[in-house]
């Protein structure tokens, strides 16, 4: 890692580690029964691992490296798949990293933040911050990908229905694509509401068809959960059961949601449906699966191998089992692109991306937030995922490796977590991590073959918004430090400028996002201009981690003397900045603010690349590209336009 590296996550272990003091609170279950939270869990945590079924068992046989559907593999494969979401999705993720939250809340940055705060500075740190940000760039990939091959992956069973469907697979996926994506700005507070019901007769449908096919053979139960079928497995065909992994990931992806999403519904509602409903209903439709190829002769094995799920169907159910499907997969969708709004947010807030215009489409809900550039962005990148591979099959070949890469480096994160902040001795860590690191190094080798094939696709994804994200906090940081070195104490400045200036009627306020050192605006007026106006109010605004500030605690005011006030308005993260609405509740500092008489000084940096030891010109560049399509601040705080003056800097990195 180059020096340059190391700068850039030390600058971002800044703003993490002032994150980890104000974590959010609130989002657990409070009140709420386990039970109700946890048919909620099942709606919205469970619906990308939920719709493996339709491809992972068949990608295993039938994928890009084709295995011989005989007894020996496909007893291997399910156990396989077995002891692949024991040892993934409950033993690391329910049962040990979800112990790991932050106030409450998973998710990479989570982690991030608790090793933030009990590393107390160490210089050893950054390259866990790096490869924590590297999982949240996944994440984006995984976003992207998740969507697509769903989606695809449902369509196809039309042609199970009716063949003349098969021509507009491609079509139909991108038509419900498109819609799911035009959909978010009106929100999915209502829609949500059908979200539990839905995926739960999804499920009850999954376990409904697996046993429908087990009667067949009830011994592939024991044989399933026999580990020794997956241990003969890669000791009879090594190499091929190594490659298989590629195929048997595909079961748990989604695992990590149960972590990022922790924070909605708490750590035991989601155990409890996990261990009670999800695992049981997926493995024994993934038994079914493997009864119904094993009971059919060589020839139509082959045949049946190509799209189990769907052919495990009863003719007269193959309609309401593909609009099952279908909806699933659209929840499933829904889930992974509400996720991309709140990481996205999550990111803006600790300094990792520039301001970007969210909205809140729910007032009860503080997940329901929509981000058009997050949202369009995502949709072309999917619809040209769907064109690009045109079928789930070829889209599976992307999938997983960002998945894999992302669950890797949770347990990175998890090792320092257990040593630094739990203080777990040796023995008792150790055993738990070699455990998790073989597991997660292997899937990862595995989804590496896949790399020629289109697993590319993620990880240029990934390395895409990874340089995005270090980028944008490294270059904060050093502008930060660059208009730092200039800054003028308040009272110095509040002594000499009130007497050597002139004073003209009005108010000025002049916004900054410090609250100390006086604002560059202020300075540039008065060095331009030569005049104070006779009220001045230094404005910040906070926002805290709570949905809604009480208006007994809106607002928190300092006279500074000489007419000089300090504003600091707080809001709740839900509560839309009304900034010129806020100020006419106040009266206690000099009387009250008419806006045909009040002037909004904004300062806005020009940002110049310059050969300085701090980043490449080209991430300069990047930097001052991504500062200039930032949100205004003016829409941001609804200032009116026409009283608004903005003053701009120079700044060079």
Same mark, same amino acid.
């Given at each position: 890692?180059?020096a ?13 580690e ?5 974590g959010?609170?609130?989002?657990g279950p ?5 039970l ?14 939920g ?5 992972a068992?068949?990608?295993t046989f039938?994928g890009h490296?084709?295995i011989?559907?005989?007894r020996?593999h496909?007893?291997? +494969?399910l ?9 993934v ?14 106030k ?10 608790l090793i933030?705060r009990?590393s ?6 950054w390259?866990i ?5 590297f999982?949240t760039?996944?994440f ?6 998740t969507?697509?091959m769903?989606?695809l992956?449902?369509?196809e069973g ?6 003349g469907?098969?021509?507009?697979i491609v ?6 694509l498109?819609g ?5 700005a ?5 829609v949500?509401a059908?979200?539990?019901p839905?995926m ?5 449908m ?5 046993i429908?096919?087990?009667g ?13 079928n997956?241990?003969r ?6 190499f091929?059961?190594?490659?298989a992994?590629?195929a048997?990931?595909?079961a748990?992806t989604g695992a990590?949601a ?6 909605h519904?708490?750590r035991?509602p ?8 999800v695992?049981?209903a997926?493995m024994?439709n ?5 009864a119904?190829?094993?009971?059919a ?6 045949e ?11 003719q007269?159910?193959e309609l309401? +089992?593909?609009?099952?499907?279908l909806l699933?997969t659209?929840i499933a969708?829904q889930?992974?692109?509400s ?10 807030q ?8 969210v ?7 503080a ?9 369009w ?11 690009g ?6 889209l599976?070949a992307?999938?997983?490796i960002?998945v894999?890469?992302?669950m ?10 257990l040593?630094t ?8 860590a ?6 998790f690191?073989i597991v997660?190094?292997?899937y990862?080798?595995?989804?590496l ?5 289109g697993?590319?696709?993620?990880l240029v994804?990934g390395?895409t918004?990874f ?6 906090s490294r ?8 208009m730092?070195e200039g800054?003028?104490?308040i009272?110095?400045?509040?002594k000499?400028?009130?007497?050597s200036? @002139?004073r003209?009627p009005? @108010?000025a306020?002049?916004? @900054? ?7 560059h605006a202020?300075l ?5 201009n030569?005049?104070l ?9 906070k ?7 009480p208006?007994?605690?809106l607002?928190?005011l300092e ?5 000089f006030?300090r ?8 509560q839309?900045?009304?900034?010129p609405e ?9 009387g ?6 009040t ?6 940096q ?11 010109i080209?991430r300069?560049k ?6 200039r399509n930032?949100e ?9 336009s ?7 800097s120079?700044?060079?990195i």
């Amino acid at each position: 890692m180059t020096a340059e590296s190391q700068r850039a996550a030390e600058g971002v272990a800044t703003a993490i580690e002032a994150a980890a003091e104000t974590g959010h609170h609130g989002h657990g279950p409070h009140g709420d029964g386990k039970l109700k939270l946890a048919v909620g869990a099942v709606g919205v945590v469970f619906g990308d691992i939920g719709t493996s079924p339709l491809y992972a068992f068949r990608e295993t046989f039938a994928g890009h490296h084709p295995i011989e559907p005989d007894r020996l593999h496909i007893y291997g +494969v399910l156990s396989l798949v077995f002891w692949s979401m024991m040892l993934v999705v409950t033993f690391k993720y329910v049962m040990t990293i979800m112990r790991a939250d932050n106030k409450g809340e998973g998710g990479s940055l989570a982690l991030l933040a608790l090793i933030s705060r009990s590393s107390e500075g160490k210089r050893w740190t950054w390259p866990i911050v790096l490869l924590g940000v590297f999982a949240t760039a996944l994440f984006y990939g995984d976003s992207m990908i998740t969507p697509a091959m769903s989606v695809l992956s449902a369509t196809e069973g039309l042609s199970y229905v009716d063949k003349g469907f098969e021509p507009y697979i491609v079509p139909i996926a991108l038509g419900i694509l498109i819609g799911l994506f035009a959909i978010q700005a009106r929100g999915t507070a209502k829609v949500g509401a059908l979200f539990g019901p839905i995926m739960l007769l999804y499920f009850l449908m999954l376990a409904g068809l697996g046993i429908l096919h087990i009667g067949n053979n009830p011994w592939i139960i024991v044989e399933t959960l026999n580990p020794v079928n997956a241990l003969r497995f890669f000791y009879l065909d090594g190499f091929t059961a190594f490659i298989a992994l590629g195929a048997v990931v595909l079961a748990v992806t989604g695992a990590e949601a149960l972590y990022a999403d922790m924070g909605h519904f708490g750590r035991g509602p989601i155990g409890l449906s996990w261990l009670s409903f999800v695992l049981p209903a997926l493995m024994l439709n993934y038994m079914g699966q493997g009864a119904m190829v094993l009971a059919a002769e060589a020839g139509p094995r082959t045949e049946l191998i190509s799209d189990p799920f769907f052919q495990m169907m009863p003719q007269f159910l193959e309609l309401p +089992v593909v609009i099952l499907a279908l909806l699933a997969t659209i929840i499933a969708s829904q889930a992974v692109i509400s996720g991309a709004f709140s990481l996205t947010q999550q990111a803006i807030q600790l300094g990792f991306m520039p301001r970007l215009r969210v909205e809140h489409t729910s007032a009860s809900a503080a997940g329901q937030i929509y981000i058009p550039i997050v949202n369009w962005g995502l949709m072309v990148m999917v619809i040209l995922l769907v064109l690009g591979f045109g079928s789930s099959s070829n889209l599976a070949a992307a999938y997983g490796i960002a998945v894999t890469g992302a669950m890797f480096i949770d347990t990175c994160l998890m090792s320092v977590v257990l040593f630094t902040l739990w203080k777990w001795p040796a023995w008792k860590a150790l055993p738990v991590l070699a455990v998790f690191f073989i597991v997660d190094i292997a899937y990862f080798g595995a989804n590496l073959i896949k790399v020629p094939d289109g697993g590319w696709v993620p990880l240029v994804i990934g390395l895409t918004i990874f340089t995005l994200l270090t980028t944008w906090s490294r270059g904060r940081k050093l502008m930060q430090e660059e208009m730092a070195e200039g800054a003028m104490p308040i009272p110095i400045f509040v002594k000499s400028a009130a007497n050597s200036a @002139t004073r003209v009627p009005g @108010t000025a306020v002049f916004m @900054t996002s410090s609250s100390d050192g006086v604002p560059h605006a202020l300075l540039h007026n008065l060095k331009h201009n030569k005049v104070l106006h006779e009220r001045i109010i230094l404005l910040t605004i906070k926002i805290a981690d709570v949905p809604f500030v009480p208006e007994s605690k809106l607002c928190q005011l300092e006279d500074l003397g000489q007419g000089f006030h300090r504003l600091v308005l707080n809001y709740g993260f839900m509560q839309p900045i009304d900034v010129p609405e806020a100020l006419m509740r106040v009266t206690s500092c000099g009387g009250e603010f008419k806006m045909l008489e009040t002037s909004f000084f904004l300062s806005r940096q020009t940002l110049i690349a310059a050969k300085k030891p701090g980043m490449p010109i080209w991430r300069e560049k990047l930097f001052a590209w991504m500062l200039r399509n930032s949100e205004s601040a003016m829409e941001y705080f609804r200032l009116p336009s026409n009283r608004v003056v903005e003053l701009g800097s120079q700044v060079a990195i």
